[in-house]
Nanobody, 124 residues
Framework: QEQLTQSGGGSVQIGDSLRLSCAAS????????ISWFRQIPGGKEREFVG???????YYSNSVRGRFTISRDNAKNVAFLQMTNLKPEDTAIYYC??????????????????WGQGSQVTVST
């Protein structure tokens, strides 16, 4: 069964760091783009955080410079390293997978596979 399984997350203080992992059981993991989204509890839409393709990485303005996305194709896993966390980063974070050449990559409906979500809470 093709799926994404997340780990990590939790409650931290402002300025702390956290790392989320996304383990993929996908055929040809390297042929998939992996993105991270986040959703405020009760929010209607998932906000795009960033994407990693084969070699290129792109971040949303809200996290650029603080968050780092990476992947290890040999282990079929992707990571979201979050530093200098702020209260406005509090959300449920999701990893998602799509074909490598996905267009409209900032839209959640472009993705076929989703992780189960990881709660990140940043308090002052």
């Amino acid at each position: 069964q093709e799926q994404l399984t997340q780990s990590g997350g939790g409650s931290v203080q402002i300025g702390d760091s956290l790392r989320l992992s996304c383990a993929a059981s996908l055929r040809n993991f390297g042929n998939h783009a992996i993105s991270w989204f986040r959703q405020i509890p009760g929010g209607k839409e998932r906000e795009f955080v960033g994407i990693v393709r084969s070699k290129t990485i792109y971040y949303s303005n809200s996290v650029r410079g603080r968050f780092t996305i990476s992947r290890d194709n040999a282990k079929n896993v992707a990571f979201l390293q979050m530093t200098n966390l702020k209260p406005e980063d509090t959300a449920i974070y999701y990893c998602a997978a799509a074909q490598l050449g996905v267009e409209s990559f900032q839209r959640a409906n472009a993705y076929l596979y989703w992780g189960q979500g990881s709660q990140v809470t940043v308090s002052t």
